[in-house]
């Protein structure tokens, strides 16, 4: 007798034990991650072969106090390695942990290697070799603070890898954690299943060999005690050869029935592949089909939905998982009356969306990633009486859905009429529900301003997701195409750093100019919405003139002045990328030639050394900037006089600035600016287009001329 210990994941010990006693195991003892129990070559044979919950079997042959290196290596010296294996075995150390000590996994690892090779040599026997690519055993090493584990892993290898799936899904779930949620789902071998979707299908071949009574390493080719001093030939050839012939004659007397649906043919053609070699092909029916419309087959009448959906950390959009919850769940309700469900996800507030009350939940990880698993019961009565859109919507944050509807009531005839593609629709109108909410054709941009210290982040989780799911119901548009993004106090140049790498552009309309956004890769689009009114009055102010856009990011203000007659336009910009930008909306309205400058420069330092004059100025500087590429920092209140003394040489006798900036204190120092012949007129109620009527103090817009 030996003892063992059962590695596992956390949550799942008490599963395990459960397993293991069924087994045959009368000691069974959870740990951290883990079960230990004693037990004959022939019962930890079995437990390794029909165990579907641990990963990996170890024979714990040492458990000491290890506070340095020193320890470990003298406690490793003391155990009879030759008892256990012939020198003439390949092995490697796999060292899990460290502490204040022993800070490196590897270097561990060396000392315990050194330890057995030592301890060979002692006995005037030849030393093992290592061998990390193909060991015929593993030296398995625990160290948590001070104490540690050491032992040989009787499998060889994760017992997650079963021999059927050879390639995975996008997302795959490890087949130990799929054969426990199984069990945990209210499955049992007389009930259907269905996962809709299903991926590579990992969840329904699990539980066709629950069914089928298929041990999980029955597939498995070599074993981690078959190169044990100790091991038994027959006693192991017994129980392999009993498990096949379990195996071959479950299939032909499963009762249950399985079925398979995911919206992608090629993760389907894998799952049938990974079906047919774990030898359940013939127990499960894959098919085409989209979760967020799935339908009954025929056969199932009622039975156990048990899915792991995508969830964020995964594959998707936010918005878009938030939609496909919200369907699933509804279908869920017409489709599956009187069955159960079960779903597994990372995500409380996308399982909120199901609308379903759970009769049962688990916590458990998938790799690093907390997850939890909610079983729940689907109505017979009323199943389809709830389902309607008009009761989802007054379900789902009313007082946001009912603003949204007379906002966009309201904006959306005055953007017809203004010929505008892209124009707010909410802007944090209700407290509680703290975004904005902008349209540009057929998307959304949903901004998510920083919630207080004081809401805790589940609360501020749940409102977001009604925010969605109300957004999507309200304006009709797809989920795919709603993008999130988070705002916070920006720093610098923050705003206009990279998000993402899609590279996806949309072409809108503005007061007839066409111009190019990119709603997903930055925090900003590319154009800022609040500035419509003040980039057509360039528009109109352009005619004939020699027009300066400092500050242009991606230059709508030049492209308004060009279109609007400009007689020739100077663009600056510190980012080549922005500038790029600036082209591409210019040549998207036929603007080209050499009346058409670009410089790529800190806008402040070209300012003093530019000898040019230009008649119409539009100048829309950060608040604050202390950028790398910047000599100096840069501040819009303290600094601002000290940018009209430059534009005052560079601005025509009868010339405009318009200038602009986003400081809600701001106050212009009128003083100064008479000191240098400047006069100055606040336009900024001027330029508050109907959108931005709520937030008076958006931005604060001047023209500035030369004093008579």
Request: aromatic share 8%.
């Amino acid at each position: 007798m030996h003892q063992y210990l059962a590695v596992t994941s956390n949550g799942l010990e008490n599963l395990l034990v459960e397993e293991l006693t069924k087994l045959g195991v009368t000691d069974a003892k959870p740990v951290q991650a883990g079960v230990k129990f004693t037990a004959s070559n022939d019962l930890v044979y079995r437990c390794c072969l029909w165990s579907r919950l641990a990963s990996r079997f170890v024979r714990v042959l040492a458990e000491f106090n290890c506070n340095d290196d020193m320890d470990l290596y003298l406690a490793s010296s003391a155990v009879n390695w030759v008892g256990h294996f012939h020198s003439s075995k390949r092995l490697v150390v796999d060292f899990n942990g460290t502490n204040r000590e022993i800070r490196n996994s590897q270097y561990g690892a060396m000392k315990v290697k050194d330890a057995i090779v030592d301890h060979f040599e002692k006995k005037n026997l030849p030393r093992p070799s290592i061998d990390k690519e193909n060991p015929n055993l593993r030296v398995h090493v625990r160290l948590h603070r001070d104490k540690a584990l050491l032992g040989i892993d009787m499998v060889g290898g994760g017992l997650h890898l079963r021999g059927y799936r050879p390639k995975s899904g996008r997302a795959p779930l490890r087949e130990t954690l799929a054969a426990a949620i199984v069990l945990r789902s209210g499955w049992n071998e007389e009930l259907n299943l269905l996962d809709p979707m299903c991926g590579s299908g990992t969840l329904l071949i699990e539980a066709a060999m629950m069914a089928a009574n298929m041990a999980p390493g029955v597939k498995r080719q070599s074993w981690g005690f078959e190169s044990l001093e100790d091991f038994e030939p027959e006693t192991w050839a017994e129980i392999k050869s009993e498990a096949n012939v379990q195996a071959r004659r479950g299939v032909k007397k499963t009762v249950a029935r399985f079925w398979g649906m995911d919206n992608d043919e090629s993760v389907l053609k894998t799952a049938r592949e990974n079906a047919r070699r774990a030898g359940v092909d013939t127990l499960i029916d894959f098919s085409q089909a989209d979760a967020s419309n799935c339908k009954r087959p025929e056969g199932f009448e009622t039975g156990v939905i048990v899915s792991n959906p995508p969830y964020g950390e995964r594959l998707g959009t936010e918005p878009g998982l938030i939609a496909l919850y919200s369907e699933f769940g509804a279908q869920l309700k017409a489709e599956f009356p009187g069955s159960q469900a079960s779903i597994f996800s990372s995500s409380d507030e996308l399982l909120s969306c199901l609308r379903m009350r759970a009769d049962k939940q688990f916590k458990l990880n998938n790799g690093a990633i907390a997850c939890i698993q909610k079983n729940y019961s689907i109505s017979l009565s009323g199943a389809r009486s709830d389902l309607g859109d008009n009761v989802t919507q007054i379900q789902v944050a009313p007082d946001f859905s009912n603003r949204l509807k007379k906002n966009i009531a309201k904006i959306g005839k005055w953007a017809r009429k203004e010929q505008l593609d892209c124009y707010r629709i909410y802007d944090a109108d209700l407290p509680e529900y703290n975004v904005a909410i902008d349209q540009y054709l057929d998307h959304l941009v949903i901004q998510e301003y920083a919630a207080p210290k004081d809401i805790p982040e589940e609360k501020a989780k749940k409102r977001l997701t009604d925010i969605i799911r109300a957004s999507i119901q309200v304006t009709g548009i797809q989920a795919n195409n709603v993008v999130l993004k988070v705002r916070e106090k920006q720093k610098g140049r923050q705003q206009y750093q990279k998000l993402a790498q899609k590279s996806e552009t949309l072409t809108v309309v503005e007061y007839g100019v066409k111009l190019s956004v990119n709603l997903h890769d930055y925090l900003d689009t590319g154009l800022f919405l609040d500035h419509k009114l003040t980039r057509r009055q360039i528009g109109q102010m352009a005619q004939g003139k020699d027009f300066l856009n400092l500050f242009a990011y991606t230059g709508s203000a030049t492209v308004h002045a060009a279109c609007g007659g400009a007689k020739s336009t100077t663009t600056v910009d510190m980012s080549n990328t922005y500038l790029d930008w600036a082209k591409q909306n210019m040549q998207l309205n036929g603007q080209v030639g050499r009346q058409h400058r670009y410089e790529q420069a800190d806008c402040l330092q070209w300012l003093e050394h530019c000898d040019k004059q230009f008649d119409l100025i539009f100048i829309d500087p950060p608040t604050f900037s202390n950028s790398k590429r910047m000599e100096q920092s840069f501040d819009v209140q303290r600094d601002h006089i000290q940018l009209m003394k430059n534009l005052k040489r560079l601005l025509k006798a009868r010339g405009k600035i318009v200038f602009s900036n986003n400081k809600r204190q701001f106050k212009m120092d009128v003083e100064s600016l008479g000191e240098l012949s400047l006069v100055a007129e606040n336009i900024s109620h001027k330029t508050l287009p109907m959108d931005f009527a709520r937030n008076k103090h958006i931005h604060n817009c001047w023209v500035i001329t030369h004093k008579e």
